[in-house]
Structure formats: C-alpha cells, structure tokens
C-alpha cells in the first residue's frame, strides 16, 4: 500500500511540475515570444538573421531568389518567414508588443507604421556610420523620394505628420534637421494603375470602328472624359464586355478608388490633412463620387457587381475578359478562356489633377533585435539598386529610380512584362499616399461605407460626406485624436 | 480492497470479503479526507491550466476594459467606465448589436423549424436514412471561411450559378448583385448559416428523437392518434430537452460569427450586415485598441451570459416533463 501511496505522490508531483511547465510554455508563446536561436559566432557575426515578411503582398518569392547571394555576401543566413496580410498585420504587431527579440527585420505596411514608431529602431545614425555601409551602399538619395519619405520617414512623437518636402531627393541630414527619422526603407510600393487590353486597342477593325463613331483614333484613355468615351464604346453587354471596372464594395479598396478620384478631381488625396482637417469633404470629393456613381448608373461602362466589388473582383473580372481595362493594385494576369489577350498598363486617368492612390511595404530593424547593426547592413543589402534589379525578374515593385530607368529599357523585361515597370514608375511618381493615423483602418472603413452608400446610389454623395465627416471624426476622437470643430 | 476505500466507487466500500476486518471509524475517515485530498490534487493541473487560459484572460478583459492601453509605448492609463460611456452612447455599437441579435434570432429559427422537419423524416432506421444523414454532415464538415467563398462565387453576377439557373427558369430577370442590396445580401448570408449548420440542429434533434421510447408512440396510435396530435402532444413536449441545446449551441456559435460577413459583404452594403464581430475585428486585431475591444467583448459576453439562461428557460421549460 505505502509503494502504491508513493507512486501516486510521484505521479502528482510530476504532473504539477508538468502543469506548470505547460502553463509557462503556454504563457511564455503568447505573450513573450520564443528567443531565436541565432547567436553570435566566434567570427563575431550572427549565426543567422530572421526577417518576418509579406507572402504575397510583398512578393517573398522576389526576395527569396537573392537569399543564396546574401549567404555569399555576409557569410550567415538570412530566414525568411512570411505570412499572408492579414495574419502577417497581427504578428507583426504581436511580436513588437511582447518585445520579442526573435526577428531582426520586420516587414511594416504604411498604414501600421504610425502605431509603431516608438518600437521601429531609427536608422538616422546607422545610415551615418561608414562601417556599416560598407557590404551595401544604402544610397537613399536613389529612391523614390514619395515612396522613401511616404514608407518610413516619420517623427517619432507625431506620426501624423508628412514629410513636408515628398519630391526632394532623400538626403539624411536634411531628413533629420527637420525633425523626422527613417525608419525602414522602401522594398515593394504598390500603385493604383490602370491595365488594359492591348489586343482590343490594337485591332484594325475596333480602331476603324472608334474612328467612324468618333472621328479621331483609338488610344488608351488619358483623361476621365476619355475613359468615359472609350468605356462606352467597349460596353456590349450582349457580347459580356464592359468598358472598365469600379471597386464599390466596402472595403480598402473603395476608399482607394475614392482618394484616387478625389485627387483627379483636384482634391487632397490624402483624404485628411495632417492636422486632421476633413479633406475629403470637399467640391473635389462630391464631385469624385457623382463619377464613381455616373460610373454604375448613367454611364454604365461597369460590369454587374461593381458595386460590391473589391480588388479580387475586379481583377478577376478583367482577367476574365469581361473588361477592357481595369484600375487596380494586382498585376492582371488573363484567364486561359482568354485566348490571345495581351495585356499593358498605363496611368489611370486624370481629371484636374491626378493622384492614384499608392502604399510601401518597408524593412525596418526590429526594436529588441540584437543584431541590430546586422539587421540594418541586411536591408541596405536587399533593398539595395543590385538586389533590387535582380529581384524584377521575379516581377517586384521595385523603389529606386535607377531600377525603373534600367528596367523600363531593359529588353527581356520588356518583353516579359511589357511597359509594366515604365508604367509603375511614372505612376508611382505622382501617386498620393494614405494619412498617417494610428486607427486608419477604421477611418478607412468609415469612409468606404458611405463611398458605397453613394455609388450604390442609396444617399447622394454630398449626404455621404457628411455621414462620413461625423463617423470619422467620433473613431478619431475614440483614439484620443483632437479633431478641429470644423 | 480496504486500504483503496477513498477512491472505491460507492457500494463497494460494505461488500466485505471473508477475513477482513471493520476497521475504526477514525482512521476511515482519515482516509476519505486523504481520497479527497488527492481527487483535488488530480483535478489541480486542469484547474491550473483552466484558470490560467480562461479565468487570467477574462480578468484581463476585465483590466484592459479599464485601461487606455498603448502596447507600443506612450502611456498607458486608468480611464474607469470611459470605455464602456462611449460604447454604449455609440450609435454605430447599437446598431451593430441589433444587425446581430437579427441575425441570430432569423437564421437560428430557420434552422430549427428546417432541422426539425429534417430530423423527424430520417428518424426511421432505413438504410436511404442513414445515407441522407451522412451526407447531412457534409456542409457542417466545410470551413466556415470556404463556404463563404464558394458562396460569393455561386452568387457572382457575372459567373455565378445562382444567377444563370435563376434567368433560365424565369425567376430572375437579369444580372442581380446579391451583395449590392442589403435584403438580398442579408438572404445571401442567412441562406449560407443555414445551409452550413442546419445539419448540425438536425442531428441534434436526430440523435434525441432516436432515444425517444417507442412504446408512447405504439400507445399513442393505439389510442387512434392522428400524426399531427402525435407530433404536438408527444413528440415535441419530449424532444424539447433537445431542442433547447440545439437552440443553446446554435445561438451562441450564431453570435460569434465572423468569416461568412467578413468575406461576402465585410459589413456593406453600406452598414447593413455589420455584426458586432466585424467591429471587434477592426478595433482589436487592425487598429490595435485594446481597450476599447476589450469593453466590446466584455458586454457582448454580459449580453450572451444573460441570454443563454433566458433562452434555455423559454425553450426548455417542459425539458424536465416530471418537474413540469
């Protein structure tokens, strides 16, 4: 009986100490995060470097193909663990939150960077120091500056603010005595453009065809009057083809294609000023959204669905060929049913102005790494004119300017991609980025529910304005933003 | 035998096997404290665990209900009820609520009305029966987050079946956007819960219809019972135990529901479908506020704790026939 006794005893006191050892290891998981297993080598190097990334958003597959040369050039590893958008948004900020140590760079979307200022290590004094810019050259003056100071020129106690000069070259001394700080560097940027198919717009018979109705020659719409004009001749929805696509469903992408009209308008793009002043609540915005709506109802150039649609949809219905043209973030790719389709891109149509919506994806050195200096010389690294170049071949966004000079002349890009890199570019470098608020998915969200209300022609857009003027305010002012009264 | 009377099941503890001695009453009840003593010993790692992953968390809820929490940097504070003022003062909050509570209370009456009627026709024991009933299971075996999917590509009004079938048999005039209108839209998401966990009511009711004596209905229809009395009489008064945690169950998976708003109309048209869940999504998990989450959470679950005693005491006030 004793020994029955004792084994018990035994059995109990192994199974508290496994209780707590899971309770640990349970606690530990989710709020502290696991310690890498990279640690300092007798060469004074790290066994290895993890970066934490975009599946597909980002295109990892780019960054991946230059992982064996940075093996080659730093002597160590680099992992790279990726993560689709919306699981990557909540591990990224996950980790910085339990200050995990366990990724060195951490990929950052433009519109979570103002929440993560304070845990992103500023790379003012690591871009001075010539030590470490000796494996890379970071040479920042090279990228472009709206996708440089838009991704990751912040201060760091005032996120809201832009970088008041967008368009000078990025020079860190100039950043820093304004009082801002970089905080990544740009890797993929991503821009509203406009995809159309070449096939139709080449074909004798559609050009002769335009030519009779119109008097003058077939040519990709440059202006919203012309993309009106060619819409309609393409709409024949007896044959299921439609002039071109809206993104009107609720979501990101309706405030995109909103901000994006907003700006051909001649309104602020950005939708809110910096000092949080309603932008969008302007002639400029109702005007933008009497289009989006004209668009559905009277010029009836959209497919069936435009009004719930979001960026899948409208990228599948013109990789389906229900569509001649087609503005979005995807690169089009046509379906097989689509026999003969080629594709190209251009700009998308300006009215006043022009402003398509753009964002950046940026590396940034993880606050609590402790392979900073490592981390830093990495991204210089990847994100560096040779990387960059090769990583275009695997079709990334790139972000410097000499890479779309060379990829816009480079022959096998050209004939892989077409005037894809020469139209990213010349998007890209009049493109208007998001406002810079801690909650701006939110706001988004705000916005594109009343940018829906007025395209699906529920409230006229002026109603809309309003409606959404009061319900971003009250999600600011939960965030403990101060909104002017007016 | 003796020396395990702490943990001997009851009854056994008199049966004495010939030589064996009484013992003392003292030292038996030593050993019965010492049994319990170890049943809690045993029980305490569950416990541990169970209060570390449910009890630490909702304690935490409850902290950071209170709190303007800034998990990365800037100053964390107390705002007492600030949170919980602002919410319930928020029309978009009580909007949300109410899309919710309809939600709940249309798509799981349909359910039960349907899965009833389901479960009764394949209660007899036939080998078609058993056939049907397997391949009940199978839309209660898809994820959530695919059939919905699937769901807005058959309601695609370009490609989708629904439409084509629909225009071909005359019932629709031409292209319509399910997801444009909020009616149509709000019968788009109440068709895809009920196909999707109908199954789930009717096996349910199913398996408690099977336990069913069957000598009351032998008696019933000696009696010269007409199918409908059998069925309002003796079926649905003894099936009512079941039908209240089909009810139960239903009404609180109904409420946590997420995947099917989010990817067929992510709340639109306009705001019509947006369910508290979506909001929580964005507050939490987009934007990062905790604390203003935290307070959602905290009185949606107030709102479900009330309700679920209240509807097992409407739906199963005749669960219990002898206490009736």
């Not at chain 1, 304005?465 to 009061?470: E, G």
């Not at chain 2, 029309?91 to 949300?96: G, I, K, P, R, Y």
């Not at chain 2, 009810?247 to 048209?269: E, H, M, N, W, Y």
Request: proline residues 6%; hydrophobic residues 45%.
């Amino acid at each position: 009986m004793n020994d029955h006794m004792i084994s018990r005893r035994r059995f109990l006191s192994y199974a508290g100490a496994a209780g707590a050892v899971a309770g640990t290891a349970a606690i530990s998981g989710c709020t502290l995060g696991v310690p890498g297993d990279t640690h300092i080598t007798e060469s004074g190097r790290p066994s290895g470097l993890r970066a934490l990334y975009a599946t597909v958003e980002a295109n990892a597959a780019a960054v991946q193909s230059v992982l064996p040369a940075f093996r080659e050039a730093f002597g160590f590893d680099l992992t790279l663990d990726t993560q689709p958008y919306n699981a990557l948004q909540q591990k990224v900020f996950s980790e910085l939150a339990t200050r995990s140590p366990y990724y060195d760079i951490i990929i950052v979307d433009t519109p979570w960077a103002p929440t993560l200022t304070r845990v992103l290590e500023p790379m003012s004094k690591y871009l001075r120091d010539p030590k470490l810019n000796q494996l890379a050259d970071p040479a920042i003056n090279d990228f472009v500056p709206k996708a440089f100071y838009d991704a990751g020129v912040f201060k760091i106690d005032d996120p809201t603010a832009h970088y008041p000069e967008p368009e000078a070259a990025p020079n860190i001394d100039q950043i820093t005595a304004k009082g801002f700080e970089v905080l990544g560097l740009p890797i993929q940027t991503n821009v509203l453009m406009m995809g159309y198919r070449k096939d139709i717009f080449d074909n004798p018979n559609e050009q002769a065809a335009f030519r009779q109705q119109h008097g003058r020659p077939l040519a990709v719409p440059d202006t919203l009057d012309d993309l009106v004009t060619v819409g309609r001749f393409f709409t024949r929805p007896e044959q299921r083809l439609y002039g071109t696509t809206l993104m009107g469903g609720v979501g990101d992408w309706s405030t995109c294609d909103f901000k994006s009209y907003l700006a051909a308008f001649g309104g602020d793009g950005h939708l809110l000023s910096d000092d949080l002043h309603m932008a969008f609540d302007s002639p400029a915005g109702v005007q933008a959204l009497q289009f989006m709506r004209d668009l559905v109802d009277k010029y009836n150039i959209v497919p069936p669905g435009s009004e719930s649609a979001s960026w899948d949809d409208t990228a599948s219905m013109f990789d389906g060929g229900l569509t001649v043209m087609s503005s979005n973030y995807h690169t089009f790719e046509l379906s097989d049913t689509v026999r003969g389709g080629q594709i190209a891109y251009a700009v998308v149509p300006k009215g006043s102005s022009q402003g398509p919506h753009f964002g950046s994806y940026m590396l940034s050195i993880n606050k609590y790494s402790r392979f900073k200096e490592w981390a830093y010389q990495a991204i210089t690294w990847i994100t560096g004119a040779q990387q960059q170049m090769t990583m275009v071949q695997k079709e990334l966004h790139p972000t410097r300017t000499s890479v779309y000079e060379k990829a816009s002349a480079d022959s096998g890009l050209t004939e892989k991609y077409g005037n894809f890199y020469s139209a990213l570019g010349k998007s890209l470098n009049v493109g208007v980025g998001r406002p810079r608020l801690t909650n701006y998915t939110e706001v988004s969200h705000d916005i594109a529910v009343q940018v829906n209300n007025a395209v699906a022609g529920r409230i006229s857009p002026q109603t809309a304005l309003t409606a959404a003027v009061t319900d971003v305010r009250d999600t600011l002012r939960k965030a403990d933003y101060t909104v002017p009264s007016t | 035998m003796t020396s395990q009377t702490g943990i001997a099941p009851p009854g056994t503890r008199d049966q004495l096997a010939p030589g064996d001695r009484i013992k003392p009453l003292a030292p038996q009840r030593a050993l019965e404290r010492r049994g319990r003593s170890i049943g809690w010993a045993l029980l305490a790692p569950a416990m541990i665990l169970l209060l570390l992953m449910t009890v630490g968390p909702a304690i935490f809820l409850i902290y950071s209900s209170l709190h303007n929490i800034q998990m990365f940097g800037g100053a964390s504070g107390f705002v007492g009820l600030r949170n919980f003022q602002e919410l319930l003062t928020d029309a978009t909050f009580l909007h949300s609520l109410l899309v919710t509570l309809a939600f709940v209370v249309i798509a799981v009456g349909i359910e039960l009305i349907v899965g009833l009627a389901l479960a009764l026709a394949l209660a007899p024991k036939t080998r078609a029966n058993g056939v049907a009933a397997t391949l009940l299971l199978l839309p209660f075996a898809v994820t959530p987050v695919v059939s919905a999917m699937v769901f807005k590509q058959l309601l695609d009004p370009n490609y989708g079946w629904v439409n084509y079938y629909l225009s071909k048999v005359g019932l629709l005039p031409g292209q319509m956007d399910w997801l444009a209108n909020p009616s149509t839209a709000w019968i788009a998401l109440v068709a895809l819960d009920i196909w999707q966990w109908t199954p789930f009511v009717a096996l349910i009711i199913l398996a408690g219809r099977q336990t069913l004596p069957q000598e009351v209905f032998e008696a019933a229809s000696v009696d010269g019972s007409r199918p409908w009395q059998t069925f309002r009489y003796i079926t649905l008064p003894m099936l009512a135990p079941f039908l209240a945690i089909a009810v139960v169950l239903r009404s609180i998976q109904a409420f946590k529901t997420f995947d099917s708003f989010q990817v067929l109309t992510g709340g639109g048209p306009g705001d019509s479908t947006e369910i508290i869940n979506l909001g929580i999504y964005r507050t939490a998990l987009q934007s990062f506020q905790v604390g203003a989450a935290s307070a959602v959470g905290l009185v949606f679950l107030l709102i479900l704790s009330a309700l679920v005693p209240l509807l097992l005491r409407v739906v199963g006030r005749n669960a219990e026939p002898e206490k009736g």
